[in-house]
């Protein structure tokens, strides 16, 4: 009883393949008869330039759309030289796949927000599996990269700033494959400052000059701090022989009143 093995130089089977068309052999055990392209069933795709004789046919196949693409040739099709028909289907299958991988690049912060963290956990997903991501595919500036690991569509490593600034993390096109081929798109770009210097504050008041006696019972305060800061507020104010009043401010500039007791 002839059988039939079907392949293609361009993909294996299961394979992917970021071209639509793929040229096919069908090869028989034996020499048969009765095989045209008629008895070729395919799905997602179109067989054209059919010829052979004997044990050897070729043929080309034309994807319609991306994804999975198949050819089988079922029992009956064909017969040897003693009018035996061939008992068991032929299959191949590849995906044709011409859309190229895109790349997200998130933290454990947001992108464009403030952090003191370093090194900076940074996490890289892909829209599919990829080959060929490495650590130097990552473009950063005043900063390097460490502990870089993963594998198929999810990778991660670490990012240490060299000093306090703003920073921005990308990954180029072109960097990696897809399965099928394709080459990457640039990846989104995160960015964040990094800010591990502490925040301080000058009080000053323009009722009086530090360290001086004065013979009323309430002045002005005035509170500057070095940078846009986030959570004070009247109860961080500790005072002596006296109470805070009309607390108002926010940023870098907060105001009050100082009442002696």
Known sequence: IPTMSIISEQVDNGGFYNLPSIDLSFNASEDITLFNVGDIIVVNGSISNFSGSGKIYDASFQALTAGLCSIQVPPASYENEKGNLNDQSSYFSWTF?????????????????????????????????????????IEVVNGSISNFSGSGDSYRASFNAKENGNFTIKVPASSYKDLAGNLNTTSSTFSYRFDDTAPTIVISSSSFHDNTTLNVDKIALHFEASEVINGFDISNIEVVNGSISNFSGSGKIYDASFQAL
């Not at 927000?113 to 991501?133: A, C, V």
């Open 97 to 137: 796949d011409n859309i190229p991988p895109t790349m997200t690049i998130s933290s454990i912060i947001p992108t464009g927000s403030t952090s003191n963290i370093n090194p900076l956990q940074l996490f890289f997903n892909t829209s599919e599996d990829i080959t060929l991501f490495t650590k130097d595919d």
